[in-house]
Nanobody
Framework: QVQLVESGGDLVQPGGSLRLSCVSS????????MGWYRQAPGKQRELVAD???????KYAESVKGRFTTSRDNAKNTMFLQMNNLKSEDTAVYYC?????????????WGRGTQVTVSS
């Protein structure tokens, strides 16, 4: 089992910045990849960024050049630095962790943190 807790969401003006954090606990040694997803009202949840244990990253086209994800494995924490925020970035942001235990894959989710971009 893995537990994930996000923090850092807030109300910010367009063009502003936020840094989200996701702290993991439990069987963290079984995590092989983590990611950030978001869900805006009336829309499906979508991948924002993901990062493997080796640090390789992937981003949605809509956030490339503005968002950066990173991991501090010593602190079991993943970050999402969001710059030049736009109104369309408004959503609940979720942390996700993928594990592999004896060949079976599991996905774990946090409860989310609200990001609102508005003037």
């Amino acid at each position: 089992q893995v537990q994930l807790v996000e923090s850092g969401g807030d109300l910010v003006q367009p063009g502003g910045s936020l840094r989200l954090s996701c702290v993991s606990s439990g069987s963290v040694g079984s995590i092989y990849a983590m990611g950030w997803y978001r869900q805006a009202p009336g829309k499906q949840r979508e991948l924002v960024a993901d990062i493997g244990t080796g640090g390789n990253t992937k981003y949605a086209e809509s956030v490339k050049g503005r968002f950066t994800t990173s991991r501090d494995n010593a602190k079991n924490t993943m970050f999402l630095q969001m710059n030049n925020l736009k109104s369309e970035d408004t959503a609940v942001y979720y942390c996700c962790a993928a594990t592999n235990v004896a060949g079976t894959e599991y996905l774990y989710w946090g409860r989310g943190t609200q990001v609102t971009v508005s003037s």
